[in-house]
T-cell receptor, first 111, second 116 residues
């Protein structure tokens, strides 16, 4: 079974600053995906970024980028130029046949 | 883009009654759907995997007789909470996998269940 660990229950950062959310996981699988999902107060799950484990290149999506270290089983999310709308719960997620969610990091962007 | 719709968004039921939550994929056929439960300020816990035309696969510790899952068509999966009790009150979320793309999963808006 897979496990996903997010060691930062809460974080806050000033608007326009950069913040990094940490995530580690454990698996014996060789083929899998990793995701960061965002859950704002509306509770709708929103995909932030996706990384294929077989790709060495780190995924980027506009202000969002990841640092994927496969050997270390680490998958951190960097948010650049943070905006008020980035305030949400962020989940690191391991995916193969099904998704395994981390415990989440509540991120607050301070005006 | 692809959308998954969940209904109802919120429901209140009396203890001992049953309640059904629907999850629909609106513009694609989903052979696999998933049901999650989320307690306040906690993560999503996978309850079961719903496969069209076959029995759902439940996660360990989830009572299959209490949480009935039916995936009768390629666009609809239902979760029925039978003989609901206050401890079943929670936020329930479904998701659907885009056909042929294991990494593409869309989430419904979620359903708040309150059992009184």
């Amino acid at each position: 079974a897979q496990t996903v660990t997010q060691s930062q229950p809460e974080m806050s950062v000033q608007e326009a600053e950069t913040v990094t959310l940490s995530c580690t996981y454990d698996t014996s699988e060789s083929n899998y995906y990793l995701f960061w999902y965002k859950q704002p107060p509306s509770r709708q799950m929103i995909l932030v970024i996706r990384q294929e484990a077989y790709k060495q290149q780190n995924a980027t999506e506009n202000r969002f980028s990841v640092n994927f270290q496969k050997a270390a089983k680490s998958f951190s999310l960097k948010i650049s130029d943070s905006q008020l709308g980035d305030t949400a719960m962020y989940f690191c997620v391991f995916g193969n046949e099904k998704l395994t969610f981390g415990t989440g990091t509540r991120l607050t962007i301070i005006p | 883009g692809a959308v998954v719709s969940q209904h109802p968004s919120w429901v209140i039921c009396k203890s001992g009654t049953s309640v059904k939550i629907e999850c629909r994929s609106l513009d694609f056929q989903a052979t696999t759907m998933f049901w999650y439960r989320q307690f306040p300020k906690q993560s999503l816990m996978l309850m079961a995997t719903s496969n069209e035309g076959s029995k759902a696969t439940y996660e360990q510790g989830v009572e299959k007789d209490k949480f009935l899952i039916n995936h009768a068509s390629l666009t609809l999966s239902t979760l029925t909470v039978t003989s609901a009790h206050p401890e079943d009150s929670s936020f329930y979320i479904c998701s659907a996998r885009y056909p042929g793309v294991i990494s593409t999963i869309y989430f419904g808006e979620g359903s708040w269940l309150t059992v009184v």
